[in-house]
């Protein structure tokens, strides 16, 4: 292994269309580094066809980073071929594997007068090389940068996210993969947020945490062609943690294979915020025995306990067409909020069936939930209401996006 401990900008980025190679076979140790513009300049490509390995103890990432590796304020920027990124994850994953107790013990509340209790379980001390810092870095991330392309390359074992874009314009990811193992906490694969226009297609992504996560900010998500497992599916949110607003439209998902995830597609929501989600569309997604296909949560809680807040993240405008496969828990839990439901709410072609009988624990779940059912699911969903609700249940005016 070669070993490089970089302390400063590679000279190529001060080139403006230049290259920067990673050769193959060769493997190289990388501690944590920053590129960024305008020292990089314009149109860089980072070929990367060997390995790059992070430190295997938290030392060398101080009290805490928030990335292994980041791109910030750059244009034009490449990252290609076919090599290997490895975040050495595991150090980190050895005392946090019970992170995010909502997901891992599978408890999907059912709203009563709009509490919600969970337990949680975490910890942030390390055995290997240290106090384990407080932050558990992303492998990758991209920051205020336009016109990002990242294809052909394998990110593997971070310490949490893999890919993770952030207020970036004009991103594409294709022909990549993201592979850690499923009971590596918060591992999400592809991590959006602030971010518009973006288009991720042909990829394979295993991890476990949510495969891609659309966050707070994103606008015009296009998403087809994606094989997911295992993990926690496609997830927009969580939204509006701590009375924050949070704002997402302009999102399609389709032409996607999950197998043995824990949800397929879902919209995940804290009480108590703002703002809004539109013009959602998942369409063609086939699931194998995924345990909750679909999925709305506007009661999500990783808390002890959460207190009932009557504001929330509107959600409106959501169509579910051709979601077809098996399941193991509950084929479709709409629960959304007691001042604030769901409308525009519309399922078109959906046939859902339990992989053994004795596994079909739950009926189709709805909570406050509006729309249309456009032809019969399977099984049936006779709670979804239709039409819309009687009052208006609009929120004050700075709610809005």
Known sequence: MVVLMIQRHLKACKVAGSKIIVPSPYKFLVGPITFSGPYCQQNIIFQVDGTIIAPSNFKSYGSGLFQWILFTKLVGLTIQG?????????????????????????????????????????SISGSLGGKMPSIKPTAIRFYGSFDVTVTGITVQNSPQCHLKFDNCVGVSVYNFNVSSPADSPNTDGIHLQNSKDVLIHTTDLSCGD?????????????????????????????????????????????????????????????????????????????????????????????????????????????????????????????????????????????????VQERYHLYDAFCWKTFGELISPAVPPVECLQMGKPSSSHVQADHDTC
């Open 82 to 122: 076919g090599g290997t990124i490895d975040g050495s994850g595991l150090i980190w994953w050895k005392e946090t594997r019970l992170s995010d107790p909502l997901d891992d013990e599978l408890k999907l509340i059912v709203p009563v007068n709009g509490t919600t209790e969970q337990a949680a379980n975490s």
């Open 210 to 354: 949510d495969c891609i996560s659309i966050q707070t900010g994103c606008s015009n998500i296009y998403i087809h062609n994606i094989n997911c497992g295992p993990g926690h599916g496609i997830s927009i949110g969580s939204l509006g943690k701590d009375n924050t607003k949070a704002c997402v439209s302009n999102i399609t998902v389709r032409d996607v294979m999950m197998q043995n995830t824990m949800n397929g597609v879902r919209i995940k929501t804290w009480q108590g915020g703002s703002g809004s989600v539109q013009g959602v569309m998942f369409s063609n997604i086939q699931v194998s025995e995924v345990q909750l296909p679909i999925v709305i949560d506007q009661f999500y809680c990783d808390k002890s306990t959460c207190k009932n807040q009557s504001s929330a993240v509107a959600l409106s405008g959501i169509n579910y067409e051709r979601i077809r496969g098996t399941y193991t828990v509950k084929p479709v839990h709409f629960a959304c909020s007691d001042s604030m439901p769901c409308t525009d709410v519309h399922l078109n072609g959906i046939n859902l069936k339990p």
